[in-house]
């Protein structure tokens, strides 16, 4: 029994209404019918105010204000488990941020989103940026209303990246950003001056969607990724909600002109269904049985999708099963040559399908545009100009259309500005865990080279899943690797692969 299980059943309550409208939100991204989107808007409106109440009405504070002072956020009794504290801590946390907003501003800012959601499939299926112009308007001006509810020291943003990665603040992003850029860039002009290794023409053709989706299943599954707690669906923009340890739902889209997309779409999204299905199913709702923070749960995703799943084992195992679910079309491909065709760096238009050295631009660009909307008070109107323009900047091309350029992506639909760097913050961590990882498993690229990933899998579910939001990021890191969050490894790594492959 747990020191604080009258808190823990209150969390748990508020649980299944918050897992309920996460429901909502999967079925409106793969199945819901497009007549629904107004009533499924109030639907969600209603069930975030209803998770609203719970967690800051009177009965929920009566409970969390017999272990915590519910103004200073101090835990009252010192005898408490480290972990019991770290969840009270937490909790207060979470409640601290919720009564800072009204309930009526969360109704609105989810029903908005939910239109918003519906207006960006249909701007970027008929590429109109003006379609969801107004909805990106009001989005950003909830978020800047949502912002200064919230509070925060410096600058607006500030209080929505620290939503999904607490403690970090736009002035610290700049700094860690600064260095990664100039490295980056610079590396990019040497690999571009670089003789290109391999012809990319053996990554289109006809490739069956339903032969894809079978083949990324068979992934998925030595991954450890649990089928009877999880399934695979189709959407636009491939995403992973997670309900419950055994409800946990990943998605993917399939090209049937390419395919490499899609295997490194599943087994990125991959990544974070394990985490999701590794938490503590007894912890359900509260902060113990949560990701630590979204850059952790990228980093989950990003070590299986570029650490893993680019690596020569991995394909050593899984080349010569691709070539048997698509017959004639890659026979004469050997493991060398597709090891660095699936790793080629080419300047990409679409983030989710960049390589790994232009992936962290596209995530700067769009940091530094939610810097300008958020805190600089650029005009929306301006996104697909600005986009063009830090794209030529940075990628060294230009989009021709707004589909594959300011809509490509879902996120500030939903209001969510200040998670992309998430990304990158997870590709840092990402390389340090693993090099703990290959410390601890002395043999794990040969095992991956068997298909043999469950060390893997088991591996993170016990050194990171399993502990819940006990440790921030930071934390976690030094207590996994025993040094300091850095983005030095990362960019080391970067330049080793990259450098072997193209002969620098």
């Known amino acids: ?54 967690l800051t009405g009177r009965e929920f504070e ?56 519906q207006a960006w499939h249909k701007a970027k299926e008929e590429d109109d940026f003006e379609i969801f112009l107004p909805h990106l308007e009001e989005m950003v001006g909830l978020s800047k209303k949502k912002a200064e509810f919230l509070g925060y020291e410096e600058e607006p943003l500030d209080a ?9 603040t736009t002035a610290k992003l700049k700094e860690i950003f600064r260095p990664v850029r100039e490295r980056l860039t ?44 999880g399934r695979q669906d189709e959407t636009a923009h491939p995403f992973t909600m ?7 739902r990943v998605t993917n889209r399939f090209d049937p002109e390419r395919v490499v997309s899609a295997i490194g779409s599943a087994v990125h999204e991959g990544g974070h269904g394990l985490y999701e299905q590794g938490l503590d199913p007894e912890e359900f709702g509260n ?23 680019s690596s020569k084992p991995f394909w050593r195992h899984w080349l010569p099963r691709l070539k048997a679910h698509f017959p004639g079309q890659l026979d004469g491909v050997e493991l060398d040559e597709w090891y660095e065709l699936y790793n080629r760096v080419e300047p990409s238009l679409i983030r989710v399908e960049s390589d790994e050295v232009h992936y962290n631009l ?41 589909a594959e350029g300011a809509l490509q992506d879902i996120h500030w639909s939903w209001g969510q500005f200040g998670y992309f760097p998430s990304y990158a913050l997870g590709n840092f961590y990402s390389v340090q865990i693993f090099e703990q990882v290959k410390a601890e498993i002395p043999d794990v690229m040969d095992l991956i080279g068997q298909g043999d990933l469950l060390p893997i899998k088991e591996w993170l579910n016990e050194n990171i899943h399993a502990y819940g939001r006990e440790f921030k990021a930071g934390e976690l890191i030094r207590e996994l690797t025993g040094e300091e969050p850095s983005a030095e490894p990362f960019l080391d790594y970067l330049e080793d692969k990259y450098s072997e492959i193209y002969g620098l």
């Open 287 to 309: 902060p113990l049985g949560q990701a630590v923070s979204f850059g952790i749960h990228e980093s989950q995703s990003r070590l299986w999708e570029n650490l893993v799943g």
């Open 242 to 248: 997670g309900m419950h340890p055994t409800d946990t």
């Open 62 to 117: 009566g409970v969390l204000g017999q272990y915590v002072d519910l103004e200073s956020g101090e835990v009252l009794d010192d005898g408490l488990s480290r972990r019991s504290r770290r969840a009270l801590e937490e909790t207060f946390r979470d409640y601290d941020k919720a009564r800072s907003l009204p309930t009526e501003f969360v109704g609105k800012l989810s029903e908005a989103g939910s239109r918003s959601v």
């Open 362 to 402: 596209h995530i700067l660009l769009r940091f530094e545009l939610e810097d300008a909307l958020i805190n600089g008070g650029a005009d929306p109107a301006r996104v697909p100009e600005l986009w063009d323009e830090k794209m030529e900047e940075y990628i060294g091309v230009t989009p021709e259309s707004d």
């Open 160 to 168: 929505l990246i620290d939503y999904f990665e607490p403690g970090m």
């Open 1 to 54: 029994m747990s020191e604080i299980d009258p808190l823990k059943k209150k969390l748990r309550e508020i649980g299944f209404l918050d897992s309920t409208s996460m429901t909502l939100r999967w079925d409106q991204q793969t199945y819901m019918p497009d007549g629904a989107a107004e009533f499924r808007s109030k639907q969600k409106s209603f069930i975030d105010q209803l998770i609203h109440r719970r």
């Open 186 to 229: 610079d590396f990019t002009d040497r690999l571009a001056a670089a003789d290109d290794p391999v012809d990319d023409g053996l990554l289109t053709g006809d490739f069956p969607a339903d032969v894809q989706y079978d083949f990324t299943c068979e992934i998925l599954e030595s991954m450890g990724f649990d089928f009877d707690r």
